[in-house]
């Protein structure tokens, strides 16, 4: 029990569960208005944040760090579980006060919790001016200057078609090395416990073209890591004619030409051997060997590979509509390791106590990841969501104790498993990518090794941006340490 409390203090199931937010940073162009951003959730809603910021900079706004200072605030939200939700209410109650003092400000709720509350938000939380969701980002111009003038609004509109393609995100939080891309938008699955295909629509997968000149002109600007982002990056598809996968696949023999993700894959890493492409988030029941050989070939796409599994019993994906079972998965994982070896870094999103789950049925997932060893897992327990398939058809049976103990169990064995893995390379010599200094000390250098493991050195003058080859000495649980060797 010792050694549970001890692992929970590492990553505590609250913690797990819980929501970092990113804020916007100071800018200063001239332009009349400050716009302040927070950023909830996943890295698709970092990224998005960058693209309404990049439409309100063209609309006289820039971003500042305080919002004391703001003439307009954004709250962009995620709605995956209900913590995630009631951290967002709680914030809004926060600005009461400056609200209060400063009536003229536009406060706006973006993202997933708007896309599912729609104008309900307006009547439950008064401070708020508008509600726009993730396909609306285009209106939010319009909607923040009818607010000035008094209308409340909100732009819910999910579409078929948009990715925001044209426009050049702001980049926001950035380091200057590594940066996000969008791909695509959506999801086409339906996972039973999951609100994303509600709250962000049909997929569509971006003009690879238009993604291919973004990761070049972040080259230009010196970035040197790109991750391609999308909800199921397996299933990018794209022709000249359609960018909606669904229709795209009844229509094949129609169109011109048509790109996947392991096409997309290699023109990114044909930018520059210098730019090193990660990409988040696979899907097991997509992820093709296409893609696994396409990523030996290019020693700078990084050998790395989010492949969440939720559950490792197959009575349970069934429920969950993963349309994989345990077999399923485990094959992927020996092609992974086939192709690209054991040095391959594999992580994971874990639910713990999903409707119905018996304690054999989460020992299978405690197996699973001991056969296939994760390097790092995102763990959760389970929290329904209302409007999705399993709040609809299943009871959420299982105790907050036992689904919060079950989580623990999953905890603890991720970090025997990070620790066992990250112990075998010590000794080796790898590639890093350094990042700045350590958050702990200037003396110290932070990098990213090709697995996407935190690699420490001493500050030996080496920049951000710059590669370094090093020798791994020691490791803990999350982090590698090392020393430069060239
Ligand atoms: N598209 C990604 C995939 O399929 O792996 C995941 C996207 S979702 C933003 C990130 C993770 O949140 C999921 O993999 C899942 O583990 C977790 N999650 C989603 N819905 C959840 C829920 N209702 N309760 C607990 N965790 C949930
Ligand atoms: Fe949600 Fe499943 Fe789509 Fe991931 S693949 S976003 S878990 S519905």
């Excluded at 200063?28 to 302040?36: A, M």
């Amino acid at each position: 029990m010792e050694n549970i409390i001890k692992d929970i203090d590492i990553i505590a199931p609250e913690e797990a569960q819980a929501c970092d937010f990113k804020t916007t940073q100071e800018e200063n162009t001239g332009k009349s208005k400050k716009l302040y951003i927070e950023s909830y959730g996943c890295q698709m809603n970092f990224s998005d944040s960058e693209i309404v910021a990049s439409i309100m900079k063209e609309n006289g706004f820039d971003t500042t760090s305080d919002f004391e200072q703001a003439d307009v605030i954004f709250l962009n939200t995620c709605s995956i579980r209900e913590k995630a939700e009631q951290t967002v209410r709680k914030r809004l109650s926060q600005f009461n006060t400056i609200k209060k003092n400063k009536p003229e400000m536009t406060i706006g709720v973006l993202g997933c919790m708007a896309e599912r509350l729609k104008d309900k938000l307006l009547e439950e939380e008064k401070i708020v001016d508008v509600v726009v969701g993730p396909d609306a980002y285009r209106d939010l111009p319009n909607l923040v200057a009818a607010a000035e003038d008094g209308s409340k609004g909100v732009n819910t509109f999910l579409s078929r078609e948009e990715t925001y393609a044209d426009i050049s995100p702001v980049r926001l939080n950035s380091n200057g090395v590594s940066a996000f891309i969008s791909i695509m938008r959506g999801c086409d699955n339906m996972c039973s416990f999951c609100v994303v295909p509600f709250t962000r629509g049909r997929e569509r997968s971006r003009d690879p073209h238009s993604i291919v000149n973004e990761a070049k002109e972040l080259f230009q600007k010196g970035y040197k890591e790109v991750t391609l982002l999308g909800q199921n990056v397996d299933s990018y598809k794209w022709s000249p004619e359609e960018n909606n996968k669904a229709r795209l696949n009844k229509k094949e023999e129609e169109v011109s030409a048509v790109v996947n993700f392991a096409n997309l894959l290699e023109m990114v890493a044909k930018v520059s051997p210098q730019l090193r492409i990660r990409f988040s988030t696979s899907h097991p029941k997509d992820i093709t060997d296409e893609v696994l050989y396409t990523m030996k070939k290019y020693d700078n796409i990084c050998k790395y590979i989010h492949l969440p599994v939720q559950s490792g019993n197959s009575r349970v994906l069934e429920m969950m509509n993963r349309t994989y079972d345990r077999d399923w998965y485990l094959d992927r994982v020996r092609a992974i390791r086939e192709i690209l070896g054991d040095e391959c870094g594999i992580s994971s999103d874990m639910i713990a106590g999903f409707c119905t789950e018996t304690e054999e049925e989460h020992q299978d997932t405690l197996s699973i990841m001991d056969i296939v060893k994760y390097d790092f897992s995102y763990m959760f327990f389970y929290s329904e969501r209302p409007g999705t398939l399993a709040a609809k058809k299943y009871a959420d049976d299982i105790p907050l104790e036992v689904k919060k103990r079950r989580l623990a169990e999953i905890i603890e064995k991720q970090s025997a498993l990070s620790l066992e893995r990250n112990k075998l390379d010590v000794g080796k010599i790898q590639e890093i990518l350094i990042e700045g200094t350590s958050k702990r000390s200037e003396e110290q250098l932070k990098g990213r090794n090709s697995a996407n493991k935190v690699v420490i050195i001493p500050n030996n003058g080496l920049k951000a941006g710059d590669y370094a080859m090093v020798r791994i000495t020691d490791c803990s649980p999350a982090t590698l340490f090392g020393e430069i060797v060239s």
